[in-house]
């Protein structure tokens, strides 16, 4: 994580700076790592190794790796290890407003019990953790955040009460995407082209297409550089040409999709069209 590291013994954290509304930090503790407080956002995590327990709305929480921390603003909590090797995890902190601008003035989400198994929030904060870095484009962190203010809306039980989608906008702006994928593209231009609101427009995009904005942005980048690597581009080229900001930009999407370094997939693709 980028910022700045606090140690006491063996004890330490790693925090961003703020940014939208948002901060990550990551940290590792043995014995208690807060006293009981709160704060005015959303604390959502992941416990990566170890037991992390706390003090949340009246009883003793524990989280796992592979489970989901989900503290509602203003709600006191503590935190410390349920056991002697201590534990490691990962927390995003944000605004209640930010979350309400996806969601339009439904309610807040509220999870109960402050730790879920749901698989969908999982996922949405592991991307929002990984997304909204200080360095990410404009359009994969507003997606990061979109993709985590539904997935708490889904885990905290809320019936949608949104209208229709739009899908003319969605086409819109997908067809703008299709032109558009060697270049950093935000979600205000996708909206003014579209027609619709940001945040409905976000939401009515994975409505009809299955993903977000920001990721079939980057399929169309992945697309164009596989079709620039067989053609004997090298990586590094291939990579800028696509829109990547670099060759290591451009092999965490490519794993990332398809589960193999982008070198790897050449030589194997090179070796079954060889033969």
């Given at each position: 994580m980028d910022g700045d590291i606090s140690q006491l013994q063996s004890d330490w954290i790693s925090r961003s700076e703020p940014t939208d509304g948002v901060e990550r930090i990551e940290a590792f503790f043995h014995g208690n790592a807060y006293s009981l407080h709160r704060h005015d956002t959303y604390a959502i995590g992941l416990t990566l190794s170890g037991v992390q327990c706390f003090?949340?709305?009246?009883?003793?929480?524990?989280?796992?790796?592979?489970?989901?921390?989900?503290?509602?603003?203003?709600?006191?909590?503590?935190?410390?290890?349920?056991?002697?090797?201590?534990?490691?995890?990962?927390?995003?902190?944000?605004?209640?407003?930010?979350?309400?601008?996806?969601?339009?003035?439904?309610?807040?989400?509220?999870?109960?019990?402050?730790v879920t198994n749901d698989p969908r929030l999982f996922e949405a904060t592991n991307t929002a953790l990984r997304q909204m870095r200080?360095?990410?484009?404009?359009?994969?962190?507003?997606?990061?955040?979109?993709?985590?203010?539904?997935?708490?809306?889904?885990?905290?039980?809320?019936?949608?009460?949104?209208?229709?989608?739009n899908f003319a906008a969605a086409q819109r702006a997908r067809e703008y995407l299709q032109a558009s994928s060697a270049r950093a593209v935000t979600l205000d231009e996708l909206a003014?082209?579209?027609?619709?609101?940001?945040?409905?427009?976000?939401?009515?995009?994975?409505?009809?297409?299955?993903?977000?904005?920001?990721?079939?942005?980057?399929?169309?980048r992945l697309e164009a550089a596989r079709a620039m690597m067989l053609r004997g581009v090298c990586l590094v080229d291939a990579a800028a040409a696509a829109g990547f900001a670099d060759q290591s930009h451009?092999?965490?999407?490519?794993?990332?999709?398809?589960?193999i370094p982008p070198a790897r997939w050449l030589a194997m693709t090179s070796v079954r069209r060889a033969g």
């Open positions: 003090h949340y709305r009246r009883d003793l929480r524990t989280s796992l790796p592979g489970q989901t921390m989900v503290l509602h603003p203003d709600e006191v909590h503590d935190g410390q290890a349920g056991t002697n090797e201590g534990f490691r995890y990962q927390m995003i902190y944000v605004q209640p407003a930010a979350i309400q601008e996806v969601l339009g003035g439904r309610p807040l989400p509220f999870v109960e019990g402050g200080g360095d990410a484009e404009p359009l994969e962190r507003d997606d990061a955040l979109a993709g985590l203010a539904l997935a708490l809306e889904s885990a905290s039980g809320a019936r949608p009460t949104r209208k229709s989608a003014s082209v579209s027609g619709e609101d940001r945040w409905s427009l976000s939401r009515d995009f994975r409505t009809f297409y299955g993903t977000s904005p920001y990721h079939y942005l980057v399929m169309r451009m092999t965490r999407h490519f794993r990332h999709a398809y589960g």
